[in-house]
């Protein structure tokens, strides 16, 4: 409340002090704006408790209208579409309203000419959870979410990267303590472990049977004529854990018999339709081996000589593997002797494989990896100063790097590891205000005048915004040449391409569909037997990949209003009725043949027919998170629709309002719709359910998990409504076609959605031209899904910032 209070004094000080913006010239709301109010508002609109809670009485000049721009807009929406006055009272004529509309276009349109441009200014923000384990993920190559224990973020304007609100509690930075301990120790090894070594006993080998399994020792006699005695011997490449990412050694361990004075050969080799490169058949017939011909195609490895003669010294040979994967199977076989001599007897103990030979993680030779021929010290600076470049978001200072390289020069001269001195150095930085933060430098942090963010700073809110991440290498590369402002569209392609932006759907689109819930909702089971788990996760999967395309395909933005496709899988196939991805109807007549069904967990592209699907307010994802656990809320989904479709929230319900009579009786009594008929005859419910339930209504055909249905119960569902300006809708189908009509309503409402979310703060009445500007921007641009990201990623708010105090020619 003393926060509250401060502002509202803090605001009333920045209007008492903006006289200088309304010249004489400038339109005058007391003569221009007021008689109309008087005659056709005020009524209603005044005093203690006026209705809706929109006291009109309280703006008796131009200044006053700026300062509550919002309010305004919202007035003016009511007056255009004639919801306002209502119809029982005495309505202006087109001509009046059209007057004062247009002289309340003149007030602010006035005050944005001569305004000062103000971007604001975004609290210093603490990265969030997800852009935590992102950063560290692709700083550090970390491979495991290092935030499982760390406390919920708060949330405010809908999103959970708002730098108000993400304030650091002594818990949490005691999180960041153990995560950067556990974090440095897991990605730098201080004594790797030594490579691991599997061995297949000779008995095991194939071919076997039930007499090879005897004995220490598998005899391979290549003058039988049965491959389980001939060999060749082979052990399976799964076992042996070839890999096309590690190097590894397979070695035998054997001995032989022989009445020859030639020396006894053996050749490793590989076989399997992995095997590239196979030896010729000239070279396959040195082998013997009743089963050979059963192994190609065959890569001889190597043919070693065999010295070894008896059990109690066998020999090893080996053969170096390096990433070579697909491998099905590894032997060993003899070698033809020369004509005329018996063939020896091997004895073969074990075939094994040592390996990976690199025991340290990926992560550890990332992060520590240097130009060769340096000085330990020399090494220390390089890889400091490239971890701190990252981390920090900026090159280091020479204070900042020097620091660090003094913490691992002393730990080594306690007598730890280089190594182990990095490890220290890690946590310093994961612990270091400069990392958790999204420090924005400023040497002028006073001034009231508009600056433009440094190169790292910008690329550091790029990046943010579309990844949830550090910015890469480029990024970072053109902002150290001073040359990403200059390039900032091709940048905005670039990563909106790259898998990276993923971020932007689950960490935009969720929270703006206010869809996370879902995976906390429980429909009653009892009445919707369907619901389970795997359908809630295909509710999710369907949202995210159908914004995801919109994004990937460089779609219009009202495709997510209404579309032609979706995606699906078989559950949620089967909860819609749709056949398969040409959207024919389960048990209707095929309209489009040759589709193909839908079946099991993956999702598939599917051509919609008709207006019943398409489009996010009929997705089950949304249908569900604005319905009651028993019943449909034509109230939450209207008022969903409302905020996050058309940016016009209602203002919340009154205070004492009896709740709607929910329960069996009361359900079996009457349909939903007759139960909230009688419930908005209350004046003071009336008006913002004159709004929300024409839109409720219209959804209503879509039970509490979005199966569509004709009957709630006994009761035929009416799905239809009209609005106080007489606009009537029949059904899903029209309330899509009436929000696509309203596309500058949905652009704005996408646009300070999506702004917000980028700058990690609430929008200002000074960031009005700003949100004006991508919405004609979109219109131009046929609504493109990049015009609005790079529209905002180029506006002054995103790309520059003011200092504490706020100058007073921007003030309204």
Not at 202 to 209: E, I, K, T, V
Not at 424 to 440: D, G, M, N, W, Y
Not at 565 to 592: C, H, M, S, W
Not at 803 to 809: C, D, I, L, T
């Amino acid at each position: 409340m003393l926060r509250l209070t401060a502002i509202l004094l803090a605001l009333c000080g920045v209007f008492a002090s903006a006289g200088p913006l309304f010249a004489d010239d400038a339109p005058d709301f007391a003569t221009g704006g007021i008689p109309f109010l008087k005659q056709h508002c005020i009524e209603c609109h005044s005093g203690k408790e006026p209705k809706a809670e929109l006291a009109l009485d309280v703006f008796p000049d131009s200044l006053s209208l700026v300062k509550q721009r919002k309010v305004w807009d919202n007035v003016l929406r009511m007056i255009v579409s004639g919801e306002m006055p209502p119809k029982a009272k005495p309505r202006p004529s087109v001509a009046e309203s059209e007057k004062f509309t247009a002289h309340v276009k003149s007030v602010f349109d006035y005050a944005d000419r001569n305004a000062k441009p103000n971007p604001g200014r975004v609290t210093m923000r603490r990265l969030n959870r997800q852009e935590y384990a992102n950063t560290v993920r692709d700083l550090l190559g970390v491979d495991f979410n290092p935030t499982e224990d760390f406390p919920a973020d708060d949330v405010g304007h809908g999103f959970d990267n708002i730098g108000d609100v993400l304030s650091l509690s002594p818990l949490l930075m005691e999180r960041y303590l153990d995560a950067a301990e556990t974090i440095a120790n897991r990605v730098i090894l201080v004594n790797p472990p030594r490579p691991a070594s599997r061995y297949l006993s000779g008995r095991f080998l194939q071919p076997n049977n039930a007499q090879t399994s005897q004995g220490r020792f598998r005899q391979l006699n290549p003058t039988s004529p049965e491959p389980v005695h001939s060999g060749p011997f082979t052990a399976g490449g799964d076992y042996l854990k070839f890999s096309a990412d590690a190097d590894l050694m397979l070695r035998a361990n054997l001995y032989a018999e022989t009445k020859s004075p030639s020396p006894v050969k053996v050749a490793l080799f590989l076989s399997g339709t992995g095997v590239t490169d196979a030896s010729s058949d000239a070279e396959v017939e040195q082998l013997l081996g009743a089963g050979l011909m059963s192994l190609k195609p065959l890569k001889i490895l190597k043919i070693f000589e065999i010295t070894a003669r008896e059990a109690k010294q066998t020999q090893q040979i080996e053969f170096p593997f390096n990433k070579l994967g697909n491998i099905q199977r590894a032997g060993i076989a003899l070698v033809k002797p020369p004509a005329g001599e018996e063939p020896a007897n091997l004895f073969i103990e074990h075939i094994w494989s040592e390996g990976p030979l690199e025991t340290r993680p990926a992560s550890h030779l990332k992060i520590l990896a240097c130009a060769p021929g340096q000085s330990p010290a020399q090494q220390t600076v390089e890889v400091l100063t490239r971890l701190l470049r990252r981390a920090y978001r900026r090159p280091a200072t020479a204070e900042e790097l020097a620091r660090l390289v003094k913490l691992v020069e002393t730990a080594q001269a306690s007598g730890e590891k280089w190594e182990a001195g990095i490890q220290q150095a890690i946590q310093a930085t994961l612990c270091s205000p400069k990392f958790l933060f999204r420090v924005e430098l400023d040497d002028r942090p006073q001034s009231p005048d508009t600056q433009p963010l440094d190169e790292f700073q910008l690329a550091s809110r790029l990046s943010y915004f579309l990844w949830s991440t550090l910015p890469d290498d480029e990024l970072l590369d053109l902002a150290g040449k001073k040359e990403l402002t200059q390039n900032l569209p091709a940048q905005v392609r670039r990563m909106l391409l790259d898998p990276k932006s993923t971020a932007l759907v689950d960490n935009f689109a969720l929270q703006w569909l206010q869809i996370k819930r879902l995976k906390s909702t429980s429909p009653d089971t009892g009445l919707f037997p369907q619901f389970n788990d795997s359908l809630r996760a295909a509710m999710l999967q369907e949202s995210v990949l159908f914004f995801k395309s919109v994004r990937t395909e460089d779609r219009s933005i009202l495709d997510l209003v209404d579309a032609d496709y979706t995606f699906l899988n078989e559950p949620l196939a089967r909860l819609y009725g749709i056949d398969d991805t040409n959207g024919n109807i389960k048990g209707q007549k095929v309209e489009r043949p040759g589709g193909q069904p839908i079946r099991g967990e993956e999702f598939k592209r599917v051509s919609l027919q008709g207006k019943l699907r398409g489009g996010l307010l009929t997705q089950a994802s949304v249908l569900t998170v604005t319905s009651n656990p028993t019943r449909t809320s034509p109230v939450k989904r209207g008022r969903w629709v409302l905020e996050q479709i058309l940016g016009a929230p209602p203002p919340p319900p009154p205070p004492n309002v009896p709740e709607l009579v929910d329960n069996k009786e009361a359900a079996a009594g009457s349909s939903l719709r007759e139960r909230m008929e009688l419930h908005r005859k209350n004046p003071s419910c009336a008006n913002c359910h004159a709004k929300m339930d024409p839109i409720g209504f219209a959804l209503e055909n879509y039970n509490g998990i979005g199966e569509f249905r004709l009957k709630d119960g006994t009761f035929d569902i009416d799905p239809s409504g009209e609005f106080a300006d007489g606009t009537r809708v029949k059904g899903p189908e029209d309330l899509k076609t009436l929000i696509r009509s309203k596309q500058e309503l949905f652009a704005r409402c996408l646009a300070e959605k999506m702004l917000i979310y980028a700058l990690g703060r609430g929008l200002e009445y000074y960031d009005r031209p700003t949100i004006d500007k991508i919405v004609t921007a979109l219109a131009a641009g046929d609504n493109k899904f990049s015009v609005l990201i790079t529209q905002i990623v180029q506006s002054e708010p995103f790309r520059s910032r003011r200092g504490s105090h706020e100058s007073s020619e921007s003030k309204p």
